[in-house]
């Protein structure tokens, strides 16, 4: 999984499967957050967001989970297709109504 | 809608050398901002706006300088290049009104190179 800071790890799942991406946010006062998608060249493409009174929300074909007590946030894409292949990193909405940020996680769908 | 714009895609500079990258929206959006790239780093948001003639900064503001004369355009400048500056730079636009969420839209990146 990802965190702010550290280098960027890479995930390869087989077409059809289903993803998991991980993320460790750093501030636990953080009160949304944010999934992204970043294809190559492009800018971050916004895939799903939750509140911190919320611990799962769902989208077409992504859910987002949050535990609050560990500072983790994941994303899942079920059915994981070629199309999906991007580099996916998370936000949060920490002091000041300012955004943070990771490292992001790199998948690699194959097909 | 052509959504958030940016120019030019690409850039090389020599160190001092000064340049502006472009931004602008057809959304009517009040927030625009500028965030920065780096391999191994997350976005860093370097300066924002909230309304036109009204800037701030934010994380990395040191080096860059912006304008919002219009709600449309949010043009950040680098007035003397330096190799620290090499980035992918993106330009943000949000209805909400906050600075970034769910109605946050990005452009497409500048690639700057300062040697």
């Known amino acids: 999984g990802e965190s702010v800071g550290l280098h960027l790890p890479t995930l390869s799942v087989q077409e059809g499967d289903n993803s998991i991406i991980n993320c460790a946010y750093s501030?636990?006062?953080?009160?949304?957050f944010i999934w992204y998608k970043q294809e190559s060249g492009k800018g971050p493409q916004f895939i799903i967001d939750?509140?911190?009174?919320?611990d799962k929300r769902q989208g077409q074909r992504v859910t987002v989970l949050l535990n609050k007590t560990v500072k983790h946030l994941s994303l899942q894409i079920a059915a994981t297709q070629p199309g999906d292949s991007a580099v996916y990193f998370c936000?949060?909405?920490?002091?000041?109504?300012?955004?943070?940020f990771g490292t992001g996680t790199s998948l690699t769908v194959i097909p | 809608n052509a959504g958030v714009t940016q120019t030019p895609k690409f850039q090389v500079l020599k160190t001092g050398q000064s340049m502006t990258l472009q931004c602008a929206q057809d959304?009517?959006?009040?927030?625009m901002s500028w965030y920065r790239q780096d391999p191994g780093m997350g976005l860093r948001l370097i300066h924002y706006?909230?309304?036109?003639?009204?800037?701030d900064q934010g994380e990395v503001p040191n080096g860059y300088n912006v304008s919002r004369s219009t709600t449309e355009d949010f043009p950040l400048r680098l007035l003397s290049a330096a190799p620290s500056q090499t980035s992918v730079y993106f330009c943000?636009?949000?209805?909400?009104?906050?600075?970034?969420?769910?109605?946050?839209?990005f452009g497409p990146g500048t690639r700057l190179t300062v040697t």
């Open positions: 943000a636009s949000s209805y909400s009104g906050t600075l970034g969420g769910r109605e946050q839209y």
């Open positions: 501030n636990s006062a953080s009160d949304y």
């Open positions: 939750i509140r911190s009174n919320m």
């Open positions: 936000a949060e909405r920490g002091p000041g109504n300012q955004f943070y």
């Open positions: 959304m009517n959006h009040e927030y």
């Open positions: 706006s909230v309304g036109a003639g009204i800037t």
